[in-house]
Every structure is written in C-alpha cells, then in structure tokens.
C-alpha cells in the first residue's frame, strides 16, 4: 500500500508526463509499481504524512482511463463524484495553487481548473508552463527572485495564473502526455474568463501612481504663480497705512506682472499640462531638477521676502512690486530652461538606434537625440507601434515536420534515461554530433514547403480578391434623384451600411475565412470586426481593395491595440536608465513573449566640404573620327 | 598589324613608300586623306583590326594623285613619316607633319594586313620546302 501512496505520489509530482501514463496503466493492468518506480520515476519520500492522506483522495480519480477529452473527463468524475479539498494539505512545496494549463482554446468551454501546484522538471509542457509562469513572475515582482508564489495584477481572481493561458503557444502534444485532476473547486473558471484575464494581463490597468508626479509639479507650479500675488497683496493686507503711496511707476509695473503672468499662464498649459504617456522606471532627471529649481527658487524668494519685507514691515511698496516683477522674470527663464532641456535638446539628432524584435527579427533604424536610456525607450516604444508590423506568433517556427525529422531517430533515448542525469549531456552531445553528420534533406524540405505555403496564400488571396469585388458590385450608393428613375416592377429598399455590409458579407465570408486562416491571422480578425469594417469602408465609398488592404498585409501593431488600457514594458539595461546613450550600449525592451533589442551607434560626423564649378564651363566634345585630306 | 602590348616595342612588316608632293596652287598636296590618332575615338575606324588602335590610318585616296601612283593604299597605317613616329600622335599633329611646306618629298613607312600575309606564306613555303 505504501509503495502505491508513493506511486500516487510521484504521479502528483509529474501529472505531465509520459510516465504518467505508464503508472496508470500499471495501475489498471495490476502490474506491480515497483518496478515501474525504478524506471522511469522520481519516487522520493514524504516527510509530510498529512500529504498522504490528502493523495489518497486521488487515487480513486486516478482509476480513470486516461485517454483525454475533456468532456469525457468531467462526465467520469461526475460519475466517481470527487471532491477536490482546496485547503487539503498544501501539496507539493509553495502555498499558492496553480492550475493546470487549459487546453489549446478550441476545446470546449466547459473545462474547469482546480490549484495544483508541482514543481516538476521533467515533462517538456511543463518545464515551458513553469518558464512562462516565472517570466510572468519576476516581471510583476520586478525582480528574478523565483517565488513560490504568484500575485496576479488583474484584480477580483487571486488564484489564477492568466500568463498561462496563451493559447498561441500551443503545444500539440499536450493533450497526449497530461492528466487533468479536475475536481468542482471554488476557484474555477471557464476558458473566456481566461482569455479575458490573459488580456488584463497584458495591459495594465491605469493606476493613480501615474499622476503623482505631474500632480506634484502642479501643485509646486501653482505656488509659484501665486507667490507674486502674495507678495503684493500681503503688504496691502497688513499694514495699509504705512505704505508709501506709489502712482505710475507701480501701475507700469502692474500692467508688466500681469501680462508676464499671463504668458507664463498659457505657456504652462501649452507646454507642461499634459497627461503623462509613459511611467518611467527611474526619475525623469531633467524634470526633477527643473522642480527642484523652481522649489528652491520660490524658497528663497519667500525667505529674503519674510525676512526682510514682512518682518520690518517695509515701506517701499515700489521696491516690493519690482521684487515681485523680478520673480515672475525667473519664473519665465526657468520655463525657458524647462522648454530647451525637455523639448529642445534632443530634436538634434545623434544617434541611430537599431532595434530588432527577437521572435521574428523585424528591425528598423531610427535617429534620436541625446536622451536617457528611458526617454529613449519610451520615444521607441512610440514608433514601434507604428512601424512594425504586428507580432503573429503562429508564424514563427519552421513547421514540425521538418525539424522532427532530426530527432526522430534518437526519440529513443529520451523515455529510459530521466534517472542518470550525468549521462545525458554525454549523451545529448552524441545525439547532436551524429545528427549533424548525418545527411538530411531537411533544406530541401524547407524550400518546398514554403513554395507550397506561399502557392496556397497567393491562391486563397486571389479567391479572396474575386469573392470582394463581386461582392461590391452587389450594392451602390442610393442617389436622391435616382428614386424616380427605378421602375415600379422591383423597387430597391434602402439599407443603411450596417445592414448593407451584412448582406454583401455572406458570399464572401467564406473566402474571407480560409484566406485569414491561410496566413494565420485568424486570432486578430473576428466576424464582427469584418462587418464593422465593411460597414467603415461602405460608407466612405472605397473600393474593394481599400477594403481588402486591412487583410493582405499585416498592419503596424497600434492598429490591433485595444488603447483604452497601458501596455507592460520592462526595461532591461546594464547600465542605469537615467545614463544618456552613448556609443555601443546595448538595452532591451521586455514583454511577456518577445523583446525589443536596442543597439546605440553615433551618427557620424560629416565633413561637408565645398566646389564651385561655374556654369560656363560645362563644354563637350563630340567623340568622332575626323578625316583630314593632306 | 599586331596587337600592341603598350610599352613593349610594336613589331610589324612595313612597306617604305616615297610620295612627291604635288603643287596645286598655294599648296603641296600628297592625294590621299588620314584618319585616327590618340585624340579620337578608336572605334570608329573601319580599317583597323584591334578597335583600340588608335593609329594614323589611311581613309582615302585620291585617284590619280601622287598617293595612288607610289602605291598607297586604303587602309594603311601609317608607321612613320620621315622617321618621326605616327603610332602615337594626335590627328592635328599627324597632319602637320605630313603637310611640312619645306618638305618636297614624304617618306612612309606603311604596314597593311596583307604584307604579314605575304611573309607568312613566303616563309611557310620556305618552311615546306
């Protein structure tokens, strides 16, 4: 009995196995499991005997043929009627819970999840499930401290991993190789508030912290805009009596102060309210020490105004106002300041910066100024959602087929050899120098593949254009003066472009359908957000290749983006991100699946030197053979 | 005409041909017309082997005048003229030394294709032979 908890064990341990199901069937067939424990498994022992009683509940799941479907799974465990104990035992080491990756997203809808936590490293989907997770994990903690357990961003679902769910990724043989230990737990969820998740996930939701600093440099710039006032009114305020009357030069230097208030006024709003596109990971330096200046500044000017205005209660109300006219004078000088260091200075271009997306190597140059690492990358991230083209992940790999063939011949190495470790590189390096000595065609495989791949896409493009240029010819514009022209036999009923895109949507949605699937960008492109484009282009009159130019290329990435949220960046540098560029630095641009690569190179300095040539002397000759007659 | 490696001296089998200038009016006439030289476009000249020489050629003669009686030809090149070199001259300079009004009587020395021809059959039968 002991040896079959063990067995359960270790099952709990590696749910994502192909041993998995070699301890099942040895389960079922009553084969004994011990043998099969040498084998292939890591049996350790427990120094909890509470998880044992825990485990024991899932040995009677574990009577499940384990062929998968989902469906077929939650029909069986409501005959066995499991219950699956969320707080049972902390199983396994950690407190959070994860579930187990759902299925690739068009299995049914129905599937539920329950926490399981493992930290097994010998099943390939899992080994990836738990990279994803820890990606997801250093980055919501900003750090690469590998916890054990997981917050997620996305408020209202504590205890579920949403990085998971990305069902792009999809590993065909999942389904094959794992068990799903499902059970009706409190913390389950369907497949859509996963993708829902996934997409909160993505974004990060506005949060105040972004406002903070512009609300402090308001805050500090209201002061500012105030203190001259104050320093006329208080006088005035306090003692009235004792002022000397000042008449026209205080006026002139009244009518200055306002005005000059005013500029400063508008050019604050024009410049400086602006909301904020970006949190940057360190302080913004130049700002810091523009508020800084203008703290210290207005400090200084209420110290000398406290120390030597109110406390003597000085009478020279001329000299006051001049001392507030001077204020307001720095105040605009330090906006001068404000407006060469934050907007000025780096419209100067110096250096080129190269960038590559890391999945699929799209690159482009582009000319900065001299900015900060993080301005820097914020100015990117700006242009990268305009100029590359949108990141499809399904795009990505050389088809299966073709890289399996290497390995197909030592796929027998992998099941046996889990147990000696020390062996496996040894050996790993045998496998990888045979393959590459022995001769594969799998270039040739490569080339016609893609010839047939592109023949399909350029076939289901051409149905595609047929279908949408029939299709227009459908409907047409209903002109006022042409209702007296259509004969009475079969009148026209007029739609408006929502139900005109409708009708003409159905001949060519199939055509629509197979040319999206063609070149994978199904996932970005719904039913709905056909008609609403259709309906778009329909009412601005546009032809069928104005229609089509949305599908045949693969737009910049803003087009695809949901704006109403911010979007998660990492920052990774060597050097700190307030630095400036300099030559030769390398920093790149996180995100959950691919990063940006940023390499600095100077622009080069150019000698430019110059040549007159005068207009007169551009002469030519005719080549010829002349003939003289001596 | 053979091919002619520059700086390498120019070999060729050549014929001396004497010309008496004849007097017509003002001027000292020798009945024939040149073509070529360093300042024009090799290319163009009909009579050359190699497109690249660029070589006084003769481009026409005069029937009857003092050219054809002494056995010019068209399509000579001219080799030398009164022992000044003609293989790298300009067109004007070939022409001022050919119309020297103190000279009474050029010189050539000419070469055509069909006097290496004539060597190399004389010379292969005597090779038979």
Redesign the interface.
């Known amino acids: 009995m002991s040896t079959r908890k063990q067995l359960v064990y270790s099952l709990q341990l590696d749910s994502v196995s192909p041993v998995l199901e070699v301890c099942g069937a040895a389960q079922l067939s009553g084969d004994p499991p011990q043998s099969r424990c040498e084998a292939g498994m890591r049996c350790e022992s427990l120094p909890f005997a509470s998880k044992i009683d825990s485990l024991r509940s899932k040995v009677d799941l574990l009577r499940l043929p384990l062929a998968l479907s989902t469906k077929s799974i939650s029909s069986r465990k409501s005959q066995l009627g499991v219950v699956w104990e969320k707080g049972g035992g902390g199983s396994g080491a950690g407190g959070a819970r994860k579930p187990r990756p759902p299925p690739a997203s068009d299995m049914d809808n129905e599937s539920t999840y329950s926490g399981y936590s493992y930290k097994s490293s010998q099943s390939r989907s899992s080994r990836k499930h738990r990279d994803r997770r820890d990606r997801h994990r250093s980055k919501s903690r900003d750090s690469s401290i590998r916890d054990k357990s997981v917050t997620i961003q996305a408020p209202g679902e504590p205890l579920l991993d949403a990085e998971s769910t990305r069902g792009d990724d999809r590993d065909d043989n999942w389904g094959e190789t794992t068990t799903v230990v499902t059970g009706t737990s409190v913390d389950s969820v369907s497949n859509e508030d996963l993708t829902r998740l996934k997409d909160l996930e993505d974004s990060s939701p506005l949060q105040c912290r972004r406002f903070l600093g512009p609300a402090l440099g308001g805050v500090l710039g209201l002061f500012a805009v105030v203190t001259p006032l104050a320093f006329l009114a208080l006088p005035q305020l306090l003692w009235r009596d004792t002022l000397e009357p000042c008449g026209t030069p205080c006026e002139g230097l009244y009518i200055s102060l306002a005005f000059k208030l005013l500029i400063l006024l508008i050019s604050t709003w024009a410049l400086f309210l602006r909301p904020p596109r970006a949190t940057l990971p360190r302080f913004f330096i130049f700002r810091c020490l523009l508020l800084a200046l203008v703290f210290l500044f207005v400090a200084s000017y209420w110290l000398f105004y406290g120390v030597r205005v109110l406390e003597p209660r000085e009478t020279d109300y001329r000299g006051i106002v001049g001392y507030a006219a001077s204020l307001v004078d720095a105040l605009l000088f330090i906006q001068y300041l404000a407006l060469v260091l934050l907007e000025v200075r780096h419209l100067q271009p110096a250096f080129c910066l190269k960038v590559v997306r890391t999945t699929d190597g799209a690159s482009r140059f582009y000319n900065v100024g001299h900015l900060s690492i993080q301005r820097a990358a914020v100015w990117l991230l700006d242009q990268y959602y305009n100029d590359f083209p949108v990141y499809n992940p399904a795009l990505l790999n050389l088809p299966k087929s073709i890289l399996s063939k290497k390995m197909s011949a030592f796929k027998v190495y992998n099941l046996g050899e889990e147990n000696s470790t020390n062996n496996s590189t040894g050996q790993s390096r045998t496998m990888i120098a045979a393959a590459s000595r022995k001769r594969d065609n799998s270039h040739t495989e490569y080339y016609y593949e893609e010839a047939e791949v592109e023949r399909r896409v350029r076939k289901r493009k051409a149905r595609l254009v047929v279908a949408v240029e029939e299709a227009f010819t459908h409907i047409k514009r209903h002109q006022d003066d042409e209702g007296s022209v259509s004969s009475p036999k079969h009148p026209r009923e007029v739609m408006d472009p929502r139900e005109a895109a409708q009708a003409i949507f159905a001949p060519m949605a199939r055509a629509m359908q197979k040319y999206l699937r063609a070149t994978r960008q199904q996932s970005y492109h719904s039913m709905e957000s056909i008609i609403n484009h259709l309906q778009f282009c329909i009412t601005h009159s546009m032809t069928p290749k104005a229609f089509l130019e949305l599908y045949l290329s693969p737009g910049p990435t803003l087009q695809y983006l949901d704006t109403s949220r911010g979007r998660q960046w990492t920052l990774v540098s060597e050097e700190p991100v307030t630095s400036a560029l300099r030559q030769g630095q390398v920093f790149s641009l996180r995100r959950l699946d691919f990063s940006l690569v940023v390499t600095v190179t100077p622009l080069p300095f150019l000698n430019l030197g110059e040549e007159f040539i005068d207009p007169k002397r551009h002469k030519f000759v005719m080549?010829?053979?002349?003939?003289?007659?001596? | 005409m053979s091919n002619f490696i520059p700086g390498q001296p120019l070999v060729a089998v050549v014929q001396r041909i004497e010309i008496k200038k004849l007097r017509q009016g003002d001027n000292l006439i020798l009945g024939f017309s040149i073509g070529g030289g360093i300042d024009q476009d090799p290319g163009q000249n009909p009579f050359s082997d190699d497109k690249a020489d660029k070589g006084i050629y003769v481009t026409r003669i005069t029937p009857g005048g003092p050219a054809e009686t002494a056995d010019l030809r068209m399509g000579d090149k001219i080799m030398q003229v009164n022992g000044y070199d003609m293989t790298m001259m300009t067109h004007d300079q070939a022409r001022k030394r050919l119309t020297k009004k103190n000279e009474d009587i050029v010189r050539l020395l000419v070469t055509r294709k069909s006097l290496e021809e004539a060597v190399k059959n004389s010379m292969g039968g005597y090779q038979r032979q």
């Open positions: 080549k010829m053979q002349s003939e003289t007659s001596v």
